[in-house]
């Protein structure tokens, strides 16, 4: 075995998990804090990275200009869901919010493509998909410098959820409305305006992801399908865990690619797409509730 073609599938599949991590911690988010699974958070990232294009397109200005006026559509986008869909729908069934947020990525598909257009657009970031030099002429290894800048950008923002859950009041509230609704606002706090808050993080999340995936593949439709990858990283990480959908991440994205290269060509190929799912479902089997999630004992 050429080990140095193995580093470089491995680095690359671990690289594109932080990217999967990035996308299932929005969900995370959502669903630790309110017990919503947001169904709509791949919508979200669509509308993120077409926003940003669409904007860019239409004003004619830079991509640092677009970017704040991204950042502040977003954030107005997560705190209109959570006041106009979700506050009404309170008390409902689980399932009565998990149909409505699958109407609600509909919705939000349809309105990104309403006002910037449905075709492809390209998405340019300052960092150039090209071979690390560094990586190279040191180790004979081919990592995408886009990669490695991306993950950076992913360890960054989830450094900053963590000190921002950890070392702020808000911070302390949310984990607060997570480990008990009923006893958070026993002692008096706002759980609609930490969901509010949620679902404007989540945005910012989802803003995030769409940037990093729209430059990789292109602002489209498809984007919205980056959500269904997040799936297995959250059955294997943990639905309540934010350190779950990080090693999750890291775990989907290393075993496709390395099934691809060392199993695909045993079986005709193309098994990156469900090699992902096949491994959640086998992982269900073992630890239903994941790495770090929270274990539920029911009682007949």
């Known amino acids: 075995m050429n080990l140095n073609f193995f580093f470089e599938v491995l680095i690359g599949g671990l690289l594109s998990g932080v990217m999967y991590a990035l996308v299932a911690i929005g969900f995370v988010l959502i669903y630790k804090a309110s017990g919503v699974f947001n169904f709509a958070q791949g919508a979200m990232v669509y509308f993120a990275a077409l926003t940003c294009v669409g904007v860019m397109d239409k004003l004619g200005v830079s ?7 991204t950042v502040a559509v977003m954030i107005l986008l997560g705190l209109a869901i959570e006041r106009v869909v979700l506050r009404p729908l309170v008390n409902q069934p689980e399932i009565t919010l998990f149909m409505a947020t699958i109407g609600l990525a509909f919705f939000i598909e349809g309105l990104a493509q309403l006002v910037f257009g449905a075709q492809v657009r390209k998405l340019e970031l300052p960092i150039e998909d090209v071979p690390s030099q560094y990586l190279m002429d040191n180790y004979n290894i081919l990592v995408s410098q886009f990669d490695i800048m991306a993950a950076l950008v992913c360890g960054l923002l989830v450094t900053s959820l963590a000190l921002l859950f950890s070392k702020t009041k808000v911070g302390r509230a949310l984990r607060a409305v997570a480990d008990d609704h009923q006893a958070a606002l026993a002692v008096g706090i706002p759980l609609q305006r930490i969901w509010a808050v949620l679902w404007a993080v989540a945005g910012l999340v989802a803003l995030v ?27 294997l990480g943990g639905f309540t865990s934010m350190p ?6 890291l775990i989907i994205g290393a075993s496709e690619k390395l099934a691809e290269v060392y199993i695909g060509p045993l079986v005709g190929g193309g098994i990156e797409g469900w090699f992902p799912y096949v491994l959640a479902l086998l992982f269900l089997l073992v630890r239903p509730e994941g790495l770090f999630g929270e274990k539920i004992i029911r009682r007949i």
């Open 209 to 235: 992801a769409g940037m990093l995936w729209g430059a990789r593949n292109g602002v489209q439709f498809a984007l919205t399908f980056i959500a269904l990858k997040a799936l297995p990283v959250l059955i």
């Open 244 to 249: 779950g959908a990080i090693v999750g991440g």
């Open 63 to 69: 991509l640092w200009i677009a970017l704040p006026i």
